[in-house]
């Protein structure tokens, strides 16, 4: 008979039962805290090291801070690696501890089982026994059949994956008809880009001091260079500075601030972009559709916002390294969102993005050094085209894949900044300090030989862009040269010299013709055959932005308020 | 022509065609029956990264169940540029073209750089080292021609039911694929 009281070798197995306790406590403690420190995550989003590395951009030189990065970099893997070997270890150590404890759990409990007491059963009969047994093997029975019924059962039925979390959104269903996008002014320069409205009250002459011809001025908290776009009685502006990147709405019949929405930045978004001041952060002018207003900023933060206000989507498509920093415009072809990336050479692209979502639909490079012109989409027998210029090449392409449709050479100039326009079929290109060039849309391929239908180096615009209601293509140079050409056959029907520097191009609004220097002197001429001055004045800050006429008078972003300009 | 079939009767042209037109009908029926149930059976499949909706957000690496994610850098070698700035292997803007760590993207060096010959190198990834953190596919796409690329690796994948990296992936690029096709590679040839 074995003694009740165990001895000394018979207390092994309760020892080892409790160390194995005590190891799997300690370990799965270590796994958990493990886990939380997230794996690779260390490694891989080491924001340490992104500063290190953006400081030896600042210092190339600095033996001491490379020393620094690589004795950071080899420690960064030795920690991660080290935690995945204590996770691999670790678990197939508690799966052998575990197996132990079971076994010396059990013979722990074996050596320190009492003896039955065969009182405590009470008086049973052998038949009473063998019923009970017999009711408990049925109810065993019963109970796998019903397990085996529930296995069979679900797996005759296919297993539904819970649908995955996604950004995805609702795409736009509904595309703004042509004579909304006409009544409206829905990107820079208009819905097709030429500057023009047909109908604008707007005045010869404003005085800021007395308020004559001004409707409203309200305050834009935030600098940029880029230029409202309008829908309907929504007006929408953009500003930053080097911490946030902002979306304003005001309302185009009162100037109420209706809301400004500080955008969230993209996870992916790199270091903001050094940029020059002429630049600045948000340079480039938004684009609507109606229902969402679409930005892009110098950091490469493309976003998508509703009418209230609320981000839809962001993406980044950085980093950026345009020297003077990123200033094309958006434009937007059905539900594609495109994106013209010139940033120098290799470096330039062109990228198509679902409206509704963010996502990219296409990309296709192109051999353009940087370039700071904004794309146009124009329809041109019965196609659409999306026209961009860029050193040397005016190129275009099919919005809906990115396939070219044909290319012109001959842009000159490093410094590329005037955005084309298309009066019909003829596409006019600006080459800065170089010729003018109009170009028939409707040839395939190189083109630059049969489809020129003319040149000229009269007055072609430095950064400014062209103008042209279909009867007379304005140029503006930077220097103030304006001048009126037949867009049929370039010659100039006169030309006249202002005085200031230009950045904002011309906009023809009805009869007349607004221009504004960069210091906020704006100049009102007639948009006739003859050169006629109907009114000068000025606005008390400076200006970079592009006018936007509307019905009602014009709207004009100065450096730090937006004025709406009406005699009505 | 008449045939005996067994002791006492006969087989006539119009039973022997009947009959065989009756077999052909079951058997046809059977083959139809047969190809049905075979089509109805579910396929087996597998878990994978549609590359060309990869946003590259680097999630792959840490939201895998697996210690060391699934999801590892492969190379299409027929697109590679062979580039000795190499945009996918280089930080941007890199101190010098060198494999010192201050000028690597990769966190763990998996993107192994070799000469072949002036100005042309190879870049071979080393597997085992490999995170999927996607460093690299981004630099590649973004600037270079896209070679570098992501895919879930069959010989780590658990296949789970319901993959986790799939829940957290933003732009919805993970999904299932026939087993007998189990792997998605970017190719020259452009998918819009």
Known sequence: ??????????????????????????????????????????????????????????????????????????????????????????????????????????????????????????????????QAMLKTQYAVAALFGVAAAAAVGASLHAVRLPAPVTAALPVAVRFPTAAELQKNWPAFRGFDGSGYREVSAIPATWNVQSGHGIRWKTEVPLPGMSSPIRWTNALFLTGANASSNVVYRFDADSGTLVWAAALRRSASAGPEPKVMDDTGLAAPTPVTDGQRVYVIFANADVAALDFSGKQLWICNLGPMENIYGHSASLALYQDRLLVQLDQGEGNSKLVALNAGNGQELWRVPRPINGSWASPIVAEVAGQAQLITCGQPWVISYNPLDGTERWRVTGLDSSELAPSPICLSNTVIACNPDGNALAIRATGSGDVTTNQIIWKTDSGTPGVPSPASDGQRLYFLTVGGQLSCLNPATGQAKWTHEFEGEYYASPVIAGNRVVIVTRKGVANVVENADEFCELGKSELGEDCNATPVPAPQGLYLRGGKHLFFLSDL | MRVAVAK???????????????????????????????????????????????????????????????????????????????????????????????????????????????????????????????????????????????????????????????????????????????YQFKSRERKT
């Open chain 1, 1 to 130: 008979m074995k003694p009740l009281i165990p001895t000394r070798w018979q207390k092994i197995p309760l020892a080892l039962a409790i160390a194995s306790v005590v190891f799997l406590v300690l370990m799965g403690g270590l796994l958990l805290f493990n886990q939380a420190q997230g794996k690779v995550a260390g490694l891989v989003q080491s924001t340490e090291l992104v500063r290190l590395h953006d400081e030896l951009r600042q210092r190339p030189q600095d033996e001491a801070l490379k020393q620094r990065i690589r004795k950071l970099d080899l420690q960064l893997r030795q920690n991660s690696f080290t935690e995945l070997r204590i996770a691999h270890n670790g678990t197939h150590a508690m799966i052998f501890v575990a197996g132990l404890f079971l076994a010396s759990a059990h013979l722990a409990r074996r050596q320190r089982r009492k003896l039955p007491n065969p009182l405590a059963w009470g008086p049973r009969q052998p038949a009473e026994e063998r």
């Open chain 2, 8 to 182: 006492g009767e006969f087989m006539n042209r119009r039973n022997f065609l009947s009959g065989g037109l009756r077999g052909s009908l079951l058997l046809t029926l059977g083959g139809v029956l047969g190809a049905v149930t075979g089509k109805a059976k579910a396929r087996n499949t597998v878990w994978q990264i549609d590359p060309w909706k990869c946003t590259m957000c680097g999630r792959c690496a840490t939201e895998c169940v697996l210690e060391l994610s699934a999801v590892k850098c492969v190379h299409t070698f027929d697109m590679c540029g062979y580039c000795q700035l190499c945009t996918g292997y280089f930080e941007p803007d890199p101190n010098k073209l060198n494999t010192a760590a201050e000028n690597q993207l990769c966190p763990t060096g998996a993107l192994v750089r070799s000469f072949i010959e002036d100005p042309y190198y190879e870049y071979t990834i080393n597997e085992p080292l490999c995170v999927g953190c996607a460093k690299c596919v981004k630099g590649c796409t973004m600037f270079g021609n896209g070679s570098l690329h992501l895919q879930i690796r069959h010989d780590r994948c658990l296949n789970c039911n319901e993959c986790s990296i799939a829940r957290a992936c933003p732009a919805d690029a993970i999904h299932r694929m026939p087993a007998d096709h189990p």
